[in-house]
Nanobody
Framework: VQLVESGGGSVQTGGSLRLSCVRSGFFSGNVMGWYRQVPGRERELVAA???????YVAEFAKGRFTISRDSSGNTLYLQMDSLEPEDTATYYC????????????????????WGQGTQVTVSS
């Protein structure tokens, strides 16, 4: 499985960005998501999407970030609005290899596949 992110960049506070992740290769799972990481800190889950487009969104992202995917399930998106300097991080696309009925179950464990990351910088 390969995951390739795009869409990162630099914006000012209050701006928006849309991240994309294209998945290729054989994939037996159904849950994908986005993590982010700041140097010196642990990687944290931002949002995930699973069966029947059930979603998990971290508290800090609720009301501002929206996760979605295309009808084929091969392209994952993260629409980020009302961005704040605290959102500055490298954002990683992730996928879990096992099929799961519940996205909340899948995200209890670390994902199996990662993209290379895309940088998001929000200036005040």
């Amino acid at each position: 499985v390969q995951l390739v992110e795009s869409g990162g960049g630099s914006v000012q506070t209050g701006g928006s960005l849309r991240l994309s992740c294209v998945r290729s290769g054989f994939f037996s799972g159904n849950v994908m998501g986005w993590y982010r990481q700041v140097p010196g800190r642990e990687r944290e889950l931002v949002a995930a999407i699973g069966r029947r487009d059930s979603v998990y969104v971290a508290e800090f992202a609720k009301g501002r970030f929206t996760i979605s995917r295309d009808s084929s399930g091969n392209t994952l998106y993260l629409q980020m609005d009302s961005l704040e300097p605290e959102d500055t991080a490298t954002y990683y696309c992730a996928a879990w290899s096992e099929y799961s009925d519940y996205v909340t179950t899948s995200i209890e464990s670390q994902s199996d596949y990662w993209g290379q990351g895309t940088q998001v910088t929000v200036s005040s």
